[in-house]
């Protein structure tokens, strides 16, 4: 049973930063290609960060520069440091592997002042 457990979240101001982290069980970590995932009041879930079991990266636009993914394959641990940050950026963040349907319970960001 794969399990996900997102903490991290909080009240920022902006211009602020925060690093979230997810624990993943019942999964081959190491070899999983992880992703970050923010859903905002009234939005669609979209993906904000992902790596590969490799270390590669890939980060949409809107974050690019701002937002760094890593992972602790011996921790099974997925992290997302958020820097400079913007009200836009509220939203509850998800991780979730690859090719898995499960979602965790998510940590919520706030940006404002």
């Known amino acids: 049973q794969v399990q996900l457990v997102e903490s991290g979240g909080g009240l920022v101001q902006p211009g602020g930063s925060l690093r979230l982290s997810c624990a993943a069980s019942?999964?081959?970590?190491?070899?999983?290609?992880m992703a970050w995932y923010r859903q905002a009041p009234g939005k669609q879930r979209e993906v904000v960060a992902a790596?590969?079991?490799?270390?590669?990266?890939n980060y949409p636009d809107s974050v690019k520069g701002r937002f760094t993914i890593s992972r602790d394959n011996a921790k099974n641990t997925v992290y997302l440091q958020m820097n400079s940050l913007k009200s836009e950026d509220t939203a509850v963040y998800y991780c979730?592997?690859?090719?898995?349907?499960?979602w965790g319970q998510g940590t919520q960001v706030t940006v404002s002042s």
């Open positions: 790596i590969t079991a490799a270390g590669t990266t």
């Open positions: 019942g999964i081959s970590f190491r070899v999983a290609t």
């Open positions: 979730k592997p690859s090719g898995f349907p499960s």
